[in-house]
């Protein structure tokens, strides 16, 4: 592929995701809170992969239905948002790495609590591999 057509591909996607994401949290401005909760959640668990996104599947809890992740919301939006940006696409292997892997139990320990103070983030930041 075109290096040039793919950032311009990638130009004009962001440029759109920015586009949906601010018209929702127009029309709901407590939204853009939640929106950057969900981001939080998912980059201290397994790194910033999305795996916050994958629900469960059989037996095996997924993130977000861990416990600590239960009051999450916005999900609805972020699907609105996917199903809208894939809608002119088709089916094609990109490189991306979003995560395949999600287990609520990988959220206890790698989250701060709600009353952590600002030393809790940096300390599981540096204790806490992430996936290469």
């Known amino acids: ?40 959640h998912d980059c ?3 790194g910033c992969d999305a795996s916050i996104l994958l629900d469960t599947v059989g037996t095996v ?5 861990a416990r600590p992740n239960l009051s999450l919301s916005g999900f609805d939006v972020i699907d609105d948002i996917k199903t809208q940006l894939k809608k002119p ?8 790495r979003d995560g395949t892997v999600s ?7 790698n989250l701060p609590s709600p009353a952590s103070d600002f030393t809790t983030p940096a300390i599981i930041c540096q204790e806490t591999p992430r996936r290469q």
Not at 12 to 18: C, E, M
């Open 103 to 109: 287990l609520a139990s990988d959220v206890n320990g």
């Open 1 to 40: 592929m075109d290096k040039d057509l793919c950032r311009t591909f990638i130009r004009r996607v962001v440029h759109k995701l920015g586009r949906l994401a601010w018209s929702k949290v127009a029309e709901n401005p407590a939204l853009g809170a939640k929106l950057l909760r969900v981001h939080y």
């Open 89 to 96: 696409l088709w089916d094609v292997l990109t490189g991306r």
């Open 61 to 65: 809890q997924s993130e977000k239905d």
């Open 44 to 46: 201290f668990v397994r």
